[in-house]
Nanobody, 125 residues
Framework: QERLVESGGGSVQPGGSLTLSCAAS????????MGWWRQAPGKGREGIAF??????SYTDSVKGRFTISRDNARNTLYLRMNYLQPEDTAMYYC????????????????????WGRGTQVTVSS
């Protein structure tokens, strides 16, 4: 059974850093596009960073501050978050998209196949 489990969330002051991890089990995540999404209170879920076996991409609000990476041998996805700001406060989810070649072909959350339960990130002084 496919499963994604996030960890690494917490509370941090503005300007601080966190690294999120997502452990995948039940399948080989090298066959999937992997992504990080977040949902702030009262807002929709947005995709913020995606990675396949060739490239990564980011939404503008996190570009230059967040870095997505993956360790296929460990079936683990990471998100390094630097210079965190209060507007980054949200529940963060990892997700997997099954596609031919494992390419990131969609940022429509309805197309994504597997989701973790999320880890909370709170940025405040």
């Amino acid at each position: 059974q496919e499963r994604l489990v996030e960890s690494g969330g917490g509370s941090v002051q503005p300007g601080g850093s966190l690294t999120l991890s997502c452990a995948a089990s039940g399948y080989s995540d090298s066959e999937y596009c992997m992504g990080w999404w977040r949902q702030a209170p009262g807002k929709g879920r947005e995709g913020i960073a995606f990675i396949d076996n060739q490239r990564s991409s980011y939404t503008d609000s996190v570009k230059g501050r967040f870095t997505i990476s993956r360790d296929n041998a460990r079936n683990t996805l990471y998100l390094r978050m630097n210079y965190l700001q209060p507007e980054d406060t949200a529940m963060y989810y990892c997700a997997a998209l099954r596609s031919d070649g494992g390419y990131c072909i969609s940022n429509n959350k309805g197309d994504w196949n597997y989701w973790g339960r999320g880890t909370q990130v709170t940025v405040s002084s």
